[in-house]
């Protein structure tokens, strides 16, 4: 006995749709064998991909926890989380490197502006 069967309908341009067909019959097969190999493909990649990062994405997981917990909202940093003391160090070795009349500090607000002349 033949497993159920459900139909699936897409559109999409002639050209396309021609070239679906061109490539289904060079394979030797009909075009809904050919898309639902294709898609089958598509599905066993993202599964793989999936397999892959789980890890990464289990320990992205539990870092935003941990930021959570420590009372920041999940990726976003305070603007006065940086000790004034170490924005300043920050500010003079950056103007040490790009040189001060390169740095782009405007006054004495701190505001960077690198690439304006």
Same mark, same amino acid.
């Given at each position: 006995m033949?497993?159920?069967?459900?139909?699936i #309908? &897409? @559109?999409?341009?002639?050209?396309t749709k021609e070239r679906i067909r061109?490539?289904?019959?060079? +394979? *030797?097969v009909d075009v809904s064998?050919?898309?639902?190999?294709?898609?089958?493909?598509?599905?066993a990649h993202d599964d793989q991909v999936a397999r #892959? &990062? @789980?890890?990464?994405?289990?320990?992205?997981?539990?870092?935003e926890a941990q930021d959570a917990t +420590? *009372?920041?909202?999940?990726?976003e940093r305070r603007q006065d989380s940086v000790p004034d003391a170490e924005r300043e160090e920050?500010?003079?070795?950056?103007?040490?490197?790009?040189g001060s009349s390169a740095s782009g500090t405007s006054g004495t607000s701190g505001t960077r502006r690198r690439g304006v002349v």
């Amino acid at each position: 006995m033949a497993a159920k069967r459900s139909m699936i #309908t &897409f @559109a999409t341009d002639p050209e396309t749709k021609e070239r679906i067909r061109s490539y289904a019959e060079a +394979a *030797g097969v009909d075009v809904s064998t050919y898309v639902m190999a294709a898609v089958g493909a598509a599905m066993a990649h993202d599964d793989q991909v999936a397999r #892959t &990062f @789980a890890p990464l994405d289990d320990l992205i997981a539990e870092a935003e926890a941990q930021d959570a917990t +420590a *009372g920041q909202p999940t990726g976003e940093r305070r603007q006065d989380s940086v000790p004034d003391a170490e924005r300043e160090e920050i500010s003079a070795s950056l103007d040490a490197f790009f040189g001060s009349s390169a740095s782009g500090t405007s006054g004495t607000s701190g505001t960077r502006r690198r690439g304006v002349v």
